[in-house]
């Protein structure tokens, strides 16, 4: 969503640390552009000049001027006043009981979908959710919340049909809870296609009655500046206690995620990050500093591994590694392994310095055809590719409707990875890293 406001914010830094020295005309056009970049992504006007003045305040102190290393102290500064502008460090939710979560916003914002998405993660944390249908105006919400339910295997109150009393759902749900034994319950409540005041009077009924620890606002990162004014109206209304900000891997301008904490003064506690019920993630200010300014999040891609990877599958490509016997079977599983982690530009996102390749050759049809070559071949061939002759590759490029060039640039770099892994003082140096200690615990991924 910001590699247009993170490739100019890198060429903007990229200027600063080319000169030995700073003056105050540096640092004053250097904010100049950084501001126009803001604004081009769609940060609320104030909350970008309010950014901008801080961050040139402190970029302009002596010790910073006089510094060996200015540009790159600047470059800090700014990393963390955007930190301080995302909201400083995450905030957990508060599941105090009976732990109930108001999920509020406007249709089309993705409520019933962050809804299951929340409920899978609650569960992923050895939670027991339960998901309560309070839509009861938006054809098939009901319905919709039920299946979505049903995949995440979490049970769903579904209302009668007819009902239009949101209070008599709230209290037939409670008591439907307290049966259930569940300890955390989400309320999916109906939405509008703006916010009137029948809306707001029956979310403070319902509010007031339930007397929720949470209230989240659904928010599309994609809407830009009525995201904002949404949020708001909302806030004003209700007393939000957070925000879940979907569409966040979208290719909109995104600046509604750099405004809406400074606006509501409430934590965005949780994002979505694609539309499958697993890429739904919380939301870490620091973590999306470090993707915009193109400096990587590799805590998270650590996360991602460690729920890729179990520890059978890590400690058999230890060994394979170890002993110089990794082959193509073994390649392809990496490959599966790499899907399971997410979209590839997300992925590449997280790894310092790699943002600039999602706009290169490296891409998901790259993934498929390299995984195609590979199943175009015979297992003998898998675990011997050097029996692969001319003829051979002729019949896997026929085989996987790539050409022989595809099928020779494949082997050639999987030769060149074979040949690495028989340097054993590089491997085992990279094992430990990747492997981490050893002892009959799960490996951990150190870096």
Known sequence: MFSRLSDKLQDVFKDLRGHGRISEQNVTDAMREVRMALLEADVHFQVA???????????????VLRSVTPGQQIVKIFQDELTTLLGGDAV???????????????????????????????????RSPLLIACDLYRPAAIAQLAILGEQISVPVFQPKAGETDVLRVGREATAWCEEQGGNVQIFDTAGRQEIDEPLVQELKRLKEFLKP???????????GQQAVSVAEHFHAALGLTGIILTKLDGDAR????????????????FAGVGEKIDQFEPFYPERLAGRILGMGDVVSLVEKAAEAITEEDALRLEEKIRTASFDLDD????????????????????IPGMDKLKNSSIDEGQLKRVEAIILSMTPRERTRPDILNARRRQRVARGSGTTVTEVNNLLLRFSQMRKMMKNTGKMKKMMAQVMG?????????NF
Do not use: H, Y
């Not at 995104?254 to 506690?269: E, H, N, Y």
């Not at 390649?331 to 997280?350: A, Y």
């Open 213 to 223: 620890q949470e209230i989240l606002l659904v928010c599309d990162a994609a809407t």
């Open 331 to 350: 390649f392809l599983q990496q490959f599966k392994m790499l899907k399971r982690m997410g979209p590839l530009e997300n992925i590449l996102g997280m």
């Open 437 to 445: 200690p050893q002892g009959g615990q799960r490996p951990t991924l």
């Open 92 to 126: 957990p939710l508060n599941l105090d009981k009976p732990a109930r979560i108001l999920i509020v916003g406007l249709n089309g914002a993705g409520k019933t979908t962050s809804s299951a998405k929340l409920a899978r993660w609650l569960k992923s944390q050895g």
């Open 49 to 63: 000049k309010d950014f901008i003045a801080r961050v040139k305040e402190k970029a302009l102190g002596e010790e």
């Open 254 to 269: 995104g600046g509604a995620a750099l405004s809406l904490r400074a606006v509501t003064k409430q934590p965005i506690k």
